[in-house]
């Protein structure tokens, strides 16, 4: 270090920077083999004094991290933002008044009445709508390709509404991961071949670049995909050279890719499921088909009247002329045809013979796999070139994880990698309880759900380059709970909900104090402030206003686009659904990879290009506009101000308690309660101007309802 000299000022500044970075960075661990060492059997709980925190070892490990650091926990929060807070975590949706009511009245001791409030939202069918949004997410799901053209996906709407019903019905999470990998393998497996569309969720370049690029890009995404998703590491770093921080070699990324090269982007037919038959899959059909007979009519008129026209040009009857000729004679212009519309011909062609849309041509899935003598032997890719083969590999693990005692699990061999059923050993080996790994992922992404940062920050990435891991001792036994206990992915969220670190409050006596120790709250000593996501601010205005259609699953349903998007490309349009589909929820929008609508993109809805690990909030201007003016915002405040109407008669207070109750789940203070009615009873000089052409006047009930639903009380959990 003799050689090494620093500037006095460069000094200086280092010395306030390292000054400045909070104390329990110290306590967040970077250990390269952690996500891949063996969960401990029997992790060691730590024994605490204090009776509340020590009731439960998710607590007892919270509150010891907090005393080695200096720190106290915040006081626990009241039913009311219980209630509130678990409502919007477990089913994504704001609890009725009534259930309000009826929680805070509940004579039962408090943890009773929690768990028996706890116990109903987890068996609600909107539980499976929330959970799949968040897996979703990780899983890049979306209903086009992506890139220039961004060609549908009609059938994709299957897969999530299997992650629906996966979660509704508490499927195990390793069959879960085992489904989705192989579910085309398994017996007695009706729905693996719809899991299997997890491989398809990627974006999809289909111009541009060689057959063989191609379909390298194809199985680089898959392969990249698993490692971020399933296994928590950046496993696509390692396509072009070793990983520069973990131990992941190239080998690696091929081997892991090796299980996959026998699959293809293609549809195979597939029967729709008994329960996907759904009431919105049904209604949308029989409009589909309706549209198709209306089609039809119109394209036989419209045929008609062209062949008509050209049998003097053809000099044969009308009835002769094939639609061949008439494309032709578009092309060459025939003076015949110069007043019809060729374009509206030809779509009306392609409705009718793509059946009516293909969204309801349901017997699609996506997935295919190649013939044997097509599948090309897998090999290491210098800088990932698919034509500069370095040496052939077979389909293996990651070389880090060590193997356990079981024959398929083993060192791979060249006569394992001509089995047809090869994939299924990738799916076993991840959802196997003996691998460390996927367990400490998924408990990990459920942490971060319900306490908005995960005990590793970096859900995707377990590495060094990540966020480090707050708590390993807690995420060791949470996992090996999971595991125990059958992957049951409600218990663990029932656990978590019940802890008493959940419950703490977003404001701490000492929080200026405890900021100084831990300033991203690394350690939990507050509950965490987040807002509402983009579909659940959507959600929340829909189910306050009374507008919320509750109907399950079916194909995506199109939103309004704001006045002024355009609404017509050059690859594809952006029809508006019939309002009952436009009122369910936000879950169900069809989700275009190039064109996001407007609303769900200002407030921050996942990029569906890649594996989305954590929503990342912002605070902007565009959002409060969007709420104040937009569309969005005036129909849900002027639906709440019928609502209030409808249930609270014409008396003011009752009025403004009505529509607090229904937007915050209370009554207001009485001081807000004076302002609402000082501002109900004012007259108005001059009408309002709102986003038409004139000036309209607006109630003040609906100007109330307005300013009410763009409050941060109702945008913010608690």
Known sequence: ?????????????LAILIALVPVSRSAVA???DFPFSPIPERPVVPVVADREWGADAVDAYLFSKLQTAGLTPAPEVDRATFIRRAAFDLIGLPPSPEEVAEFLADARPDSEARVALVDRLLASPHYGERMARLWLDVARYADTDGFAIDGERFTLWRYRDYVVRSFNNDKPFDQFAREQLAGDLLE??????????????GPWEADNMTPEHRRQDFLNEMTSAIGSVFLGVTLGCARCHDHKYDPLPTADFYSVQAFLTPLDRGDTPAELLPFEQTVPFLRGKEAADRELATAKVAFEAALAEVREKLTASLAKPAAEITEEEIEKEFEKKNEALKDVDGKKLLDLRKKVKEGGGLRYQAQAVTLTRLPADKIAAAHVL??????????????????AVAPWDSPIFQAPTAELANDPKQRLRLAEWIASPNNPVPPRVFVNRIWQQLFGQGIVSTANDFGVAGGGISHPELLDYLARDFIANGFHVKRLQRRLVLSRGYRSATAHPQAAECARIDADNRLCWRGPFRRLDAEGVRDALLAVSGRLNPDVGGPGFYEALPTGVETKYEFFDWPVSAEIERRRRSLYMFQRRNLVHPVMEVFDVADANQPCERRRPSITAPQVLTLLNGELGHEGAKALADRVRREAGETAAAQVERAYSLAFGHKPFTTELDLCLKFL???????????????????????????????NEFLYLD
Not at 1 to 13: K, N, T
């Open 382 to 399: 210098r800088g990932g070139d698919p034509f500069d083969k370095v040496s052939p590999v077979v389909p293996g693990f990651l070389s």
């Open 188 to 201: 007695n497996c009706p729905e693996g071949v719809v899991a299997t569309g997890f491989y398809r969720l």
């Open 1 to 13: 270090m003799s050689g090494l000299r620093i500037p006095r000022c460069a000094a200086l500044g």
């Open 681 to 711: 009873s004012a007259t108005d000089e001059a009408p309002v101007p709102t986003t038409g052409d004139a000036p309209v006047v607006v109630d003040r009930l609906t100007r109330l309802c307005l300013a009410l639903l763009n409050s």
């Open 30 to 32: 970077k250990d390269p």
